[in-house]
């Protein structure tokens, strides 16, 4: 079975595939294939269900594949490959399937499935004139563009990263609570944008981010080096409003860091004839 797909973009296509022996006694023909849902999916994905995956090359909304190199004789290997549409709303899902003999059974459901890792972006078209804001779906990571921060019209982008799809190592002692990539282009050259003329505020809000493994002071923003090592940008946290909020003039890929409780200083006041326990 091919590898799980994972950092696509919304709607974007990417082909799989899956070796299956035949265990039985008669040949596979053309109408051996992959059917969609299985026992194992939610309550929305049971056999022959219409597909959310389903891509324009599909046999059917809940047929993707015949199995290739047909007759497939007994103690051979057929393969199914074919092509699966990601869902436009990022998240993690699963795309069940198990194979059928059309038009006479279906055959063993073990539970056949491809995780799909969909990345959270965002896209959005900012005028010089008026300024705005562009965040993430789910407002975790905002960027605030004031009034004639650039010349032109620009496309801002913000995609999450995971530590893998950074391809780097955090910082030292430190977990990463969020990755993401910011860019920039011109809409009239297409040309990606070097800097901006004023500063522009980017505001990570953790109100709905797990961050109990960290010391919530602790958390600071950091944008990559071209060496693959990270820069503190000055930021300011603020615990209240659970939001850390860092100004900025070019755009980066960016990471907020925080370290493990279990490695944060503590103090302690001793006076004499205190036993002080660790």
Same mark, same amino acid.
């Given at each position: 079975?091919?590898?799980?797909?994972?950092?696509?973009?919304?709607?974007?296509?990417?082909?799989?595939?899956?070796?299956i #022996?035949?265990?039985?006694?008669?040949?596979?023909?053309?109408?051996?294939?992959?059917?969609?849902?299985?026992?194992?999916?939610?309550?929305?994905?049971?056999?022959?269900?219409?597909?959310?995956?389903?891509?324009?090359?599909?046999?059917?909304?809940?047929?993707?594949?015949?199995?290739?190199?047909?007759?497939?004789?007994?103690?051979?290997?057929?393969?199914?490959?074919?092509?699966?549409?990601?869902?436009?709303?990022?998240?993690?899902?699963?795309?069940?399937?198990?194979?059928?003999?059309?038009?006479?059974?279906?055959?063993?459901?073990?539970?056949?499935?491809?995780?799909?890792?969909?990345?959270?972006?965002?896209? #959005?078209?900012?005028?010089?004139?008026?300024?705005?804001?562009?965040?993430?779906?789910d407002?975790?990571?905002?960027?605030?563009?004031?009034?004639?921060?650039?010349?032109?019209?620009?496309?801002?982008?913000?995609v999450?990263?995971?530590?893998?799809?950074?391809?780097?190592?955090?910082?030292?002692?430190?977990?990463?609570?969020?990755?993401?990539?910011?860019?920039?282009?011109?809409?009239?050259t297409?040309?990606?944008?070097?800097g901006?003329?004023?500063?522009?505020?980017?505001?990570?809000?953790?109100?709905?981010?797990?961050?109990?493994?960290?010391?919530?002071?602790?958390?600071?923003?950091?944008? !990559?080096?071209?060496?693959?090592?990270?820069?503190?940008?000055?930021?300011?946290?603020n615990? &209240?409003?659970?939001?850390?909020?860092?100004?900025?003039?070019?755009?980066s890929?960016?990471?907020?860091?925080?370290?493990?409780?279990?490695?944060t200083?503590?103090? &302690?006041?001793?006076?004499?004839?205190?036993?002080?326990? !660790?």
């Open positions: 079975q091919s590898a799980y797909p994972s950092g696509m973009k919304p709607g974007e296509v990417v082909g799989v595939w899956v070796d #022996k035949n265990i039985g006694s008669e040949s596979w023909g053309s109408n051996v294939r992959l059917g969609t849902g299985s026992q194992y999916g939610n309550q929305n994905q049971k056999r022959d269900y219409s597909s959310e995956f389903a891509n324009s090359d599909w046999l059917s909304p809940n047929r993707p594949v015949a199995v290739s190199g047909t007759p497939i004789a007994p103690g051979q290997t057929g393969r199914f490959q074919f092509n699966i549409k990601v869902p436009s709303i990022s998240g993690t899902y699963k795309a069940y399937f198990t194979p059928v003999v059309d038009g006479v059974t279906w055959m063993q459901d073990i539970g056949l499935y491809w995780q799909i890792t969909v990345q959270k972006e965002v896209a #959005k078209e900012v005028a010089p004139e008026i300024g705005d804001k562009v965040s993430l779906p407002q975790s990571v905002t960027i605030e563009i004031p009034f004639e921060a650039t010349e032109d019209k620009i496309i801002t982008r913000i999450e990263k995971t530590m893998e799809q950074i391809t780097t190592k955090p910082i030292a002692g430190g977990v990463l609570i969020k990755g993401f990539d910011a860019n920039a282009f011109f809409v009239s297409n040309e990606p944008i070097s901006f003329k004023k500063e522009v505020s980017i505001v990570f809000n953790y109100s709905g981010v797990d961050i109990s493994a960290v010391d919530e002071t602790s958390l600071k923003l950091y944008y !990559l080096l071209d060496n693959g090592g990270w820069q503190e940008v000055p930021s300011e946290l615990t &209240y409003l659970k939001q850390l909020t860092a100004k900025i003039t070019h755009f890929t960016y990471a907020v860091f925080g370290i493990p409780k279990s490695f200083k503590k103090e &302690y006041v001793v006076q004499a004839g205190d036993t002080l326990k !660790l």
